[in-house]
Nanobody
Framework: VQLQASGGGLVQPGGSLRVSCQAS????????IAWFRQAPGKEREGVAC????????FYADSVKGRFAVSRDDAKNTVYLQMNNLKPEDTARYFC??????????????????????WGKGTQVTVSS
């Protein structure tokens, strides 16, 4: 099983970017997908999470109202739409999941240490 994040890049402050996380090899589907980010010299932090059971979404306070997570089940892909980007959003973005169900409401406010399956991440740089 694996997750592959893509879509990162360089964007100006105030701009938008959408990153994707494609899941593969999950015989019984994935339990949910959480997005994390880590900037140089900083700890990893939760950004957003979507539950596959009912599609509920959860966000860190720092991105509420700017970021939106969604999924396309036909493509086994979860998206993170990032709007009104700020320089402090610059980080490497990772998607993660687990073989067991996990509570998004908790995971989104954590560093994700309890999740077992991680993608390699995609770099997002917000700069003029």
């Amino acid at each position: 099983v694996q997750l592959q994040a893509s879509g990162g890049g360089l964007v100006q402050p105030g701009g938008s970017l959408r990153v994707s996380c494609q899941a593969s090899g999950f015989r019984h589907g994935y339990k949910g997908i959480a997005w994390f980010r880590q900037a140089p010299g900083k700890e990893r932090e939760g950004v957003a999470c979507i539950e596959t059971s009912d599609g509920r979404t959860f966000y860190a306070d720092s991105v509420k109202g700017r970021f939106a997570v969604s999924r396309d089940d036909a493509k086994n892909t979860v998206y993170l739409q990032m709007n009104n980007l700020k320089p402090e959003d610059t980080a490497r973005y990772f998607c993660a999941t687990d073989n067991s169900p996990f509570p998004c409401v908790v995971v989104v406010n954590s560093a994700g240490a309890g999740l077992d399956i991680w993608g390699k991440g995609t770099q997002v740089t917000v700069s003029s």
